[in-house]
């Protein structure tokens, strides 16, 4: 593989062509620019820091691949694998030949799917190392697209990845985030939520956001509409972009996580955080 593919150290994803003195995509409001200010890396550089790809068989028919020790964001991708083909769910932000090899012992990648900018990782590497994977890209969110590649394909609102795989574009978090979803070894309906549907501690519950690491919420509109989008599909599991799962009844997590989200946003719980009809500053 390449030793001289240049990425931001801060979020993983490649850099553009010329070089840009700030990676886009941290300075943007959902990201940020460290306090030391913009770092770029190469795959040499990781490869040398012991960098590598570690695959987990999650359920039958599921790998999560992450970068040890951890880079840029930290995302937990995924590996679909299915009669038809194999997707690679948001991309990681490394890659090197034996990575390379252990995907392939897998089956290889037919098509790749990042659910929005921040999991664009080297996707268009990724690609070239499995004969032009396609890269599916939502229109609304190809400005974010940092390299180039002939392999990238937009999609409108919802494609057919493979047979059986499927992107649906559901917003929020980036106006093209997306989801996949596939139906899993024992028949359930899997999706992969990345940021979009994320998976909480709380088991059962799931939470949307614009930014995680600044902590900037969404109005009730918006994820009232990200549910709607999704309210179709007999959800089972979720998965999020961290190794954080949602194990069963996946649509009513989302549909309850979502009207419970709009309502405290909207302030309907007001009364239930200490205030009263004083106002600040009252002696």
């Known amino acids: 593989m390449r030793a ?3 990425l931001c150290a801060a979020c993983g994803v490649e850099a553009a062509d010329p070089l840009p003195s700030v990676c886009p995509i941290c300075e943007d409001e959902r ?3 460290p306090r030391g200010g913009q770092v770029w890396t ?8 012991g960098r590598r790809i570690v695959l987990d068989e999650v359920e039958p028919g599921l790998h999560s691949l992450r970068v040890e020790p951890r880079t840029g964001i930290g995302q937990t991708c995924y590996l679909v694998r299915t009669s038809s083909g194999n997707v690679l769910f948001d991309v990681p932000p490394y890659l090197d030949d034996e990575a390379v090899a252990a995907v392939a012992g897998l089956g290889g990648i037919d098509a790749i799917v990042a659910s929005h900018p921040h999991m664009h990782g080297l996707q268009v590497a990724w ?3 499995f004969a032009g994977a396609r890269i599916l890209v939502a229109r609304r969110d190809r400005s974010w697209v940092q390299r180039p590649s002939p392999h990238v394909t937009e999609f409108e609102d919802e494609a057919e990845v493979l047979r059986g795989v499927r992107v649906r574009r559901v917003g929020g978090h980036f106006p093209g985030s997306c989801v996949v979803t596939f139906e899993a070894r024992d028949g359930a309906l899997v999706l992969l939520g990345s940021d979009s549907i994320s998976p ?3 088991e059962g519950w799931v939470t949307f956001m614009r930014s995680f690491p600044n902590y900037l919420p969404l109005s009730a509109g918006a994820v009232r509409g990200i549910a709607q989008r999704v309210a179709d599909l ?7 972009s961290f190794g954080q799962r949602t194990r069963q009844d996946g649509a009513r997590a989302i549909a309850e996580s979502a009207e419970r989200y709009a309502e405290w946003v909207s302030g309907v719980h007001d009364d239930r955080v200490g205030h009263d009809d004083e106002p600040v500053g009252h002696d």
């Open 4 to 6: 001289d593919l240049t």
């Open 31 to 33: 990201q940020f620019v």
């Open 42 to 49: 190469t795959t040499g550089e990781l490869a040398e820091s």
């Open 127 to 129: 690609s070239e190392a």
């Open 200 to 202: 909480v501690a709380r």
């Open 234 to 240: 007999p959800v089972e599991r979720i998965y999020g």
